[in-house]
């Protein structure tokens, strides 16, 4: 049990690091229409709250490894 926990703890600090170079990755369009003063696309920011929802209710490693990654727009 202790194992399983361990390797979901692993699992998920992965996802979540790679969730994080993807949001900071396209952090620049934020900062560039805050600048400019334009809105981004719905589709967009659907992206980005996909990302920060991607490990809301994985509770096992087999839902780590089941994880879709949203697609870009």
């Not at 229409?33 to 920011?45: D, N, V």
């Amino acid at each position: 049990m202790a194992s399983q926990v361990a390797a979901l703890i692993e699992e998920v600090a992965e996802v979540r690091a790679k969730r994080d170079a993807l949001l900071k990755a396209s952090d620049w369009e934020v900062i560039m229409a805050k600048e400019k003063g334009t809105t981004l696309s719905a589709a967009f920011k659907t992206y980005r709250q996909d990302l920060r929802d991607i490990t809301e209710n994985v509770t096992t490693v087999d839902q780590v490894d089941a994880i879709t990654w949203p697609t870009k727009p």
